[in-house]
């Protein structure tokens, strides 16, 4: 064989090799990997970080708490990895949206409200062993309270009184049991309560409007009610003045009793007579002062005569009277 073949074939071989052993290099390689992902999938090795902990049930059936950071490591089919609680403060929604929730208040008036609660996990063994879904139950006896309060209030304290009802609130989350006997929130589940905020209290936008039609329609109804008022207190003023002049006018003239037919007769005379003066056809009334009824005559408009020019009232001349002499009864008045 000549060395120029012979050399040939040793190359070939070394390149066969080289290939086979980095084709095993990446088999092995790729089982690594499948193998640790694996034990990361199974959480064979876990990592418990700082704030959080996780509770383990064994292969007996017992569950545990492991609160210290850092890895560790469990049987893959003898224990389960069940939950990993965080430490920090979280976070309930009313009705688990953060948008708002509808309730109704007393006066079944509906109104959207959102509000939320913080809290703390203190007892692992109480929040995690002692409650399957806590979560869950800790949302439906957080909602069922914070209704409790807000729907025993009317519309106008819910609006007016958010810093009460809040604090109200607050003081019932903590202390109030959540059954007469039972226990409270925080050793049913174990939990610290750290703060509660009511954001947000309003109507709907069908109620928004009717209550703005209602703020209207009373503001109209409390002017008018101001006009009657005032309209009543000048008609008050008015009979008062005019009570006032006619008491007046009698102790002027020293009437008695016997005599306030002859004054109202008078004064609804005078009442005729001042309605006729301002009628539009120019002409004035010669009202007779006679209780029989007799009709009023009337008489041309006196433009241009004097007060002398009288005018004959069933063909007689009214006689002067003598000054402050009063005329008797069924005599004739002269109205200017």
Same mark, same amino acid.
């Given at each position: ?183 409270? @929130?925080?050793?049913?589940? +174990?939990?610290?309560? &750290? ?8 109507? %709907?936008?069908? !109620? *928004? ?78 009202? @007779?002062?006679?209780?029989? +009824?007799?009709?009023? &005559? ?8 004097? %007060?002398?020019? !009288? *005018? ?25």
């Amino acid at each position: 064989m000549e060395p120029e073949q012979r050399f040939r074939l040793l190359q070939r071989a070394r390149l066969k090799k080289l290939f086979k052993r980095t084709l095993l290099l990446l088999l092995a390689g790729l089982l690594l990997y499948y193998c640790v992902a694996l034990v990361y999938a199974t959480k064979t090795i876990y990592k418990v970080r700082r704030n959080y902990a996780v509770i383990l049930e064994d292969l007996s059936g017992d569950r545990r708490v492991v609160q210290e950071v850092g890895w560790h490591s469990r049987l893959p089919f003898f224990t389960r990895l069940e939950l990993e609680v965080p430490l920090m403060n979280q976070q309930v929604y009313l009705g688990g949206v953060q948008e708002g929730e509808r309730i109704m208040s007393r006066g079944n008036v509906a109104l959207w409200t959102s509000a939320m609660l913080t809290y703390r996990i203190a007892d692992l063994q109480r929040w995690g062993i002692e409650n399957k879904s806590p979560q869950t139950l800790l949302q439906n006896d957080f909602d069922g309270i914070v209704k409790d309060v807000m729907q025993s209030q009317t519309v106008d304290e819910l609006i007016s009184g958010r810093e009460r009802i809040k604090e109200q609130i607050y003081r019932d989350l903590k202390d109030r049991p959540i059954n007469e006997g039972g226990p409270t @929130l925080e050793q049913k589940y +174990g939990i610290e309560v &750290v703060s509660f905020v009511l954001r947000d209290t309003r109507f %709907g936008e069908k !109620l *928004t409007e009717a209550s703005e039609e209602k703020k209207r329609r009373e503001l109209i109804a409390e002017a008018e009610n101001y006009a009657a008022d005032l309209e009543a207190s000048r008609t008050r003023k008015l009979y008062a003045a005019y009570r006032d002049g006619v008491q007046e006018f009698r102790d002027s003239l020293g009437l008695k009793g016997e005599n306030d037919r002859f004054l109202f007769d008078f004064l609804n005379q005078q009442r005729w007579a001042a309605a006729y003066e301002k009628n539009q056809q120019g002409q004035n009334t010669f009202v @007779l002062n006679n209780t029989a +009824g007799s009709p009023p &005559v009337v008489l041309p408009n006196p433009a241009g005569t004097t %007060g002398k020019d !009288l *005018t004959t009232v069933h063909g007689q001349t009214p006689q002067n009277k003598k000054p402050g002499v009063r005329p008797a009864p069924g005599e004739a008045h002269q109205a200017d």
